[in-house]
């Protein structure tokens, strides 16, 4: 199965600045179709998944602009520029291109 | 609006049977693949099962196979998980996943839950 390894595991964030999540696959996420199916989903507490970010970096509806993907093949980044209250959560990566699909372990955002 | 509303989870002892539902609604259901996802306590997230749009194609976990049984009623717009000898690392909140692709899996949305507890 592909593994997938996010850093860091915890990120304390100061509000209004910014903040950044690694995601990296030990295979390539290059579909057959050329498309990289790299998915990011927000945890917030109490609350199911939600997507925020799809195919790397197209946002999903109604998801902030300040929410932005990146990356390629086995590596991938998703950046929250100006991080606000409500986006202290968990956020998770999970690829689609090998089977089985695979989760990342997770990063907790939080507000120092 | 689309909504998936799971429903089922119960206290079961270990060994025991339970089946989950999900009820759909708000998009075509048998136009896509659905899937479940589960969450044990305070643990991250693992793909459970998946199945095709027209129900002909199943996949499992290797930690569930054998013992689980996805399906789907297209005409009650419904999902459902079948889970036979239940075990304790069973434990956990269990999501409907709606599938928007028809390549490789991309899920778009997803239910609130519903709790499995195995014990005895």
Redesign the interface.
């Known amino acids: 199965d592909v593994v997938m390894t996010q850093s860091p595991l915890s990120l304390p964030v100061t509000l209004g600045q910014s903040a950044s999540i690694s995601c990296r696959s030990s295979q390539s996420l290059v579909y057959d179709d050329g498309n990289t199916y790299l998915t990011w989903f927000q945890q917030r507490p109490g609350q199911s998944p939600r997507r925020l970010l799809y195919k790397v970096s197209s946002r999903e509806s109604g998801v902030p602009g300040r929410f932005s993907g990146s990356g390629s093949g086995t590596d991938f980044t998703l950046r929250i520029s100006r991080v606000e209250a409500e986006d202290v959560g968990i956020y998770y990566c999970m690829q689609g291109t090998q089977w089985p699909p695979t989760f990342g372990q997770g990063t907790k955002v939080e507000i120092k | 609006e689309v909504q998936l509303v799971e429903s089922g989870g119960v206290v079961v002892q270990p060994g025991g049977s339970l089946r989950l539902s999900c009820a759909a609604s708000g998009f075509i259901f048998d136009d896509f693949a659905m ?1 479940w996802v589960r969450q044990s306590p305070g643990k ?4 459970v099962s998946l199945i095709s749009w027209h129900g002909g194609d199943t ?1 499992y ?1 290797d930690s569930v196979k054998g013992r689980f049984t996805i399906s789907r009623d297209n005409r009650k717009n419904s999902l459902y998980l079948q889970m036979d000898r239940l075990r304790a690392e069973d434990t956990a909140l269990y ?1 409907c996943a709606k599938d ?2 028809s ?11 519903t709790l499995v507890i195995v014990s005895s």
Do not use: F
């Open positions: 899937h991250g997230l693992e793909w996949d976990a999501y928007i692709s390549a490789a899996v991309a899920i778009d949305y997803w239910g609130q839950g």
